[in-house]
């Protein structure tokens, strides 16, 4: 049962509590926590939005502890005014106590081994990978270079120059194999340009040569014997066999090249009356 002075309880001891905040102090807008997404990151997220705060010195830890209770919601808000009177001495209480009450809530910690899982996929580009390996590299602490350049090279397409090249010439600092993804981009993107309207295809992850134009094949003799089988075929039926049912080995173009060199070398039969 609330007493008649309640509204004065505070988790705060006096060193906290007798502090005036800033006139104008609210904290910025953030997402609130509810108790179910990883508490860290909520405390994080609030520092960054407090170190804009117009606070001095002074009253910058009574603003950090007075302020957190704004940017919880549903559980987490219920647990922080269920905080015994003046528990909290500091905003490294508040913290400790938040992060023990949510632990449950914590994502399990990425170690430097889970880079080797980051594989380059089918149809993934140069700078996509290395814009993944990135982003993970940065959420695991305590991962070195050595760990880092190994993964992005095993993870790398086998076929690619990219990968000979970083095992034949290791680098020491990750931003040398930055450099070289960049590079072995720009060819890449260089090559597509040049080829115009030749795609890359990434599943094979090889250039496709141009198909030939068939009309450009040079005219080959047919097979006498087919030729002849058609043309007992045309005396046999009513209707003459369309061009498409000799089976010649060349286009149109072709076939009117060939007649037009053949020139009066040739006599045609003249159509029945």
Known sequence: MATPDSYADSPFTDVIAAVALPKGFNVLTMTLFDGTTDPCDHISQYKQKMMVTTATWVSKEACMCKGFGSTLSGAALQWFVSLPNKSISSFVDLVNAFNQQFASSRRTPKQPSDLYRIVQE??????????????EKVAIRGCNTSTTINAFRQGLDKDLDLYKELTMHPCERFEEVQQRATAALRLEEDILSRKGTVTFDRTSRKIPTEKKDERARPYSRPNIS??????????????P????EYEFSTGMEGLLKALKELGDQIRWPKPPT
Do not use: H
């Not at 993934?124 to 290395?130: A, G, P």
């Not at 058609?230 to 046999?236: R, T």
């Open 226 to 239: 087919k030729v002849a089988k058609k043309s007992q075929q045309v005396e046999d039926s009513q209707y």
């Open 241 to 244: 066999l369309r061009l498409a």
């Open 122 to 135: 089918i149809g993934e580009s140069i700078k996509d990978y290395v814009t993944r390996v990135n982003t």
